[in-house]
């Protein structure tokens, strides 16, 4: 199924972590949203927006992106990284995915080393993450995406 996953990983490269070794092992497109802010996604059958989580959401590099470029009634995924432990921050995205009538298939998400601010004093918070554990869990995650659209 032609997939393209749309991202923003500018911190320290955290998302593009979890991306790079999904298309190590798979057929995928990735489109950074801050080179390319404008794509036709319309011959993808499945679109999926990664990100590293900026005050409490995804870049809004993505969520310009998704407003623009997301064509209606595509399968949609996420993937993230966040410094902080938890916290709900796909309240934005799917805000847009939703409005335009596309099916969610799932979320991905992990922590990210993060020395944004005042967490840089501190030599950081969340440091050594994505481990390699963490990175195999998204290729699985996608993987399994993929096993139950053959089914
Ligand atoms: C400007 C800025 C704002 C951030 N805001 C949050 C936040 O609200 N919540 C959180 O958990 N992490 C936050 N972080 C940490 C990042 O989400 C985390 O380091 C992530 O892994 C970065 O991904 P990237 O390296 O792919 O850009 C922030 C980092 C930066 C630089």
Not at 91 to 97: L, M, T, Y
């Amino acid at each position: 199924m032609p997939t393209a996953i749309v991202y923003y990983s500018k911190h320290h490269g955290n998302t593009k972590k979890l991306l790079d070794a999904i298309a190590e092992k798979e057929e995928v497109t990735l489109i950074d949203a801050a080179i390319q802010p404008t794509a036709d996604l319309s011959l993808y059958e499945r679109i999926g927006f990664a990100s590293g989580i900026y005050f409490g959401s995804f870049a809004r590099q993505v969520l310009a992106f998704a407003e623009a470029n997301l064509p209606e009634g595509k399968d949609v995924f996420y993937l993230y990284t966040h410094g902080a432990p938890g916290g709900s921050f796909l309240k934005a995205i799917r805000e847009i995915v939703k409005r335009k009538g596309c099916n969610e298939l799932g979320a991905y998400h992990c922590r990210g080393f993060d020395t944004f601010g005042p967490f840089k004093l501190v030599g950081g918070i969340a440091k050594g993450h994505p481990t390699e554990e963490e990175i195999k869990g998204a290729v699985t995650f996608y993987q399994e995406l993929q096993r139950r659209n053959k089914q």
